[in-house]
């Protein structure tokens, strides 16, 4: 135990003083000429976008390796998600511009994802490996007219890889880490990640395969003293193929895998031992696309089936309860991009989409047979791009639901860009319309008399660029208002509890500011900083921090080898914790926290590279979650391979 200690600590001494590797460009400025998608769907120049669309590039989850899809959103400006430092099987929630998951959309390789048979209706994150993923980017605001119901206060749009070069070429990594809490520490690696990509090119034809796994004996989701180890696994395959038909004509497919499995507590500082939970999705698409002589259209169709399976020590029957969730998604989208004349671009779309939930077991039973809608959005979008620097994006959708029949949204985005002074003055005002989940009408908790959410956005921000784009800076500032929020009420009869519309309307308002420095072409310094205010109950504040900052440095020491840190603090919270003596929800103050990470990488040659890295380097004792444990001071050693 002696000697892996001191190697142990020999490590960690070295990782706070250098970190990854990757090549020096990589720490090159992103200036304003990235290209960006998803706030019209298309490619555009990120100088002609009204919005401030945060880029996690393929070269920003090299510098991040060894950290999770949540722990490297959680980085973001403006984005909060809880549990992405707390036992790998704890559920995760997120939080943009005062509002919660449910308005939140997640959309993976232009089709939403979500999860029919949750309370929220949202994506799994634990579902996905970040070493599947090329790129993110994170929309925030309103974007119901592009994305539909469900993008009230942001879009989470997560591109995977793909064939990127020409012939046969593949990958291959192993990394193996501690699962440590600031109570107990371990040595040995208790956490493994393993997988590898086939990807091959041609001039008609792509493909990439791609299999990971991950294992962990995790820490005890519960916070309290001897409380047993919560295991989670996780296994993914997807693959996807292209073939290119012509210049015109393209079409992409998919087919997507994952299962993980996970125990779990009984709550908030209960621990148990019989708890398990499993979840199985299979998700297939297919998207083909044509470029004629102004423009070009597409299709993107993906069906999604998702099952959950949960096992469950009740203390009133004290017995095992099972139950079992299942949920189809099926969503079309066509889209058409027209050049109606130079500068200007029409984006026309219909959007269909079907969703169902079943369930049955101790929590009761529900037929997707009745538990069921489909959608049918047209929607359009106009794109005004002058030659002086004035773009407006500005659009409307009819939201047409076979329970809640026509609901109007748009939004009006202009923006002004001045090449000469690298400003881009940006505003925009937008409304969205978030219907209940199939689980707040039909299941046991359900209301068949719930109202729609209904919000409405507006924000203003600039982007500015000094010496030469090496100095950038950006913010925003928002406000918005939300009437009809649905929440659960607790009831004094059977079933103890109902989803309600909460008659108060919620305001909203903050800042999102981005900086990045490069003084040189080795070194990159990033920082962000967020202020979220919500004007209303307690419920609504529930784990938003009022400030938050993140910092980065990225510094290639040599051609081979880099150093990258992560720094952030996160304000106060407020968390509602359930008082089983007073039957009530009792107000908890979570505090205010700093966690700094650590990375470093060697890259040996072009074949083999080598990371490790630490996370919480202080060992920092925080809570993410009234009663739920959080990471300690963990390390992290991997081993990439390519061929």
Not at 352 to 378: C, H, L
Not at 523 to 537: D, G, L, R
Request: hydrophobic share 35%; aromatic share 14%; with cysteine.
């Amino acid at each position: 135990m002696n000697a892996t200690f001191m190697k142990w600590s020999a490590c960690a001494a070295f990782l706070t003083s250098l970190s990854y590797a990757q090549e020096i460009d990589t720490l090159k400025v992103t200036n304003l000429k990235e290209v960006v998608v998803s706030d019209t769907k298309f490619e555009q120049q990120k100088e002609k976008s009204g919005k401030i669309i945060d880029v996690i590039s393929a070269k920003d989850l090299e510098a991040r390796k060894g950290q999770s899809v949540a722990q490297v959103l959680n980085q973001v400006a403006g984005l909060e998600i809880n549990g992405s430092n707390s036992a790998a099987g704890k559920n995760l929630e997120y939080y943009i511009r005062g509002g919660r998951s449910r308005q939140v959309l997640i959309v993976i390789d232009g089709n939403p994802v979500n999860d029919a048979t949750s309370i929220a209706s949202i994506y799994d994150l634990r579902l996905l490996p970040v070493e599947q993923i090329e790129k993110i980017e994170v929309l925030k605001g309103s974007s119901s007219v592009l994305y539909g119901s469900g993008a009230a206060t942001g879009v989470i749009s997560i591109t995977t890889k793909k064939a990127s070069k020409k012939g046969l070429s593949g990958t291959a990594y192993f990394n193996v880490g501690t699962q440590n809490t600031t109570e107990k520490t371990n040595l040995y690696g208790q956490e493994f990640n393993q997988g590898f990509a086939i990807n091959a090119k041609t001039s008609k034809f792509n493909f990439n395969t791609a299999l990971n796994s991950t294992e962990v004996d995790g820490i005890s989701e519960a916070k309290g003293t001897n409380f047993e180890r919560d295991p989670f696994s996780r296994i993914n395959l997807n693959q996807k193929i292209g073939f290119k038909a012509s210049d015109k004509l393209n079409v992409e497919s998919f087919v997507n895998y994952d299962k993980f499995r996970s125990s779990y507590d009984a709550g908030a500082f209960q621990d148990s031992e019989f708890n398990k939970y499993t979840a199985d999705q299979v998700r297939v698409g297919l998207k083909p696309q044509y470029k004629y002589n102004k423009g070009e259209i597409y299709l993107n169709t993906a069906f999604a089936n998702l099952e959950r399976y949960y096992d469950s020590y009740s203390t009133w029957t004290m017995s095992l309860d099972e139950i079992y969730y299942k949920s189809r998604t099926v969503n079309a989208d066509l889209v058409n991009k027209l050049e109606v004349s130079e500068g200007i671009h029409l984006i026309t779309g219909v959007q269909s989409q079907f969703m169902d939930m079943y369930q049955t077991g101790a929590w009761g039973e529900v037929d997707n047979r009745a538990t069921k809608f489909n959608v049918i959005d047209p929607y359009f979008t106009a794109v005004y791009n002058s030659d002086f620097g004035l773009n407006v994006n500005a659009g409307a959708r009819l939201n047409i639901h076979s329970e809640y029949g026509s609901n109007l949204v748009y939004n009006v985005n202009p923006s002004f860009y001045l090449e000469d002074y690298k400003l881009r003055v940006l505003s925009s005002f937008s409304t969205a319309y978030i219907t209940p989940t199939l689980y707040q009408l039909y299941s046991a908790y359900g209301n068949l008399d719930l109202k729609p959410e209904e919000d409405k956005t507006v924000e203003v921000g600039f982007e500015k660029g000094f010496f030469d784009n090496k100095f950038v800076i950006n913010a925003v500032g928002f406000y918005r208002e939300e009437v009809n929020k649905i929440d659960f009420i607790s009831l004094n009869v059977a079933p103890w509890g109902q989803y309600q519309n909460i008659e108060d309307k919620i305001n909203a308002k903050g800042i999102e500011s981005n900086f990045t420095y490069v003084p040189f072409e080795k070194i990159k310094v990033t920082a962000n900083y967020t202020f979220t205010q919500v004007e209303t109950n307690v419920s609504q504040l529930q784990l938003i921090p009022k400030h938050k900052i993140n910092a980065g440095f990225d510094y290639a020491v040599t051609p081979k080898l880099t150093w990258t840190a992560q720094y952030q603090y996160t304000d106060d919270k407020i968390d509602l914790f359930y008082n089983s003596s007073s039957f009530s929800n009792d107000e908890v103050v979570l505090k205010s926290y700093q966690t700094i990470h650590s990375t470093l990488s060697y890259k040996l040659n072009k074949h083999v590279s080598f990371f490790g890295n630490v996370t919480n380097l202080l060992d920092i004792d925080f809570t993410e979650k009234y009663g739920y444990s959080t990471r300690g001071r963990n390390f992290k050693l991997g081993l990439n391979l390519q061929f």
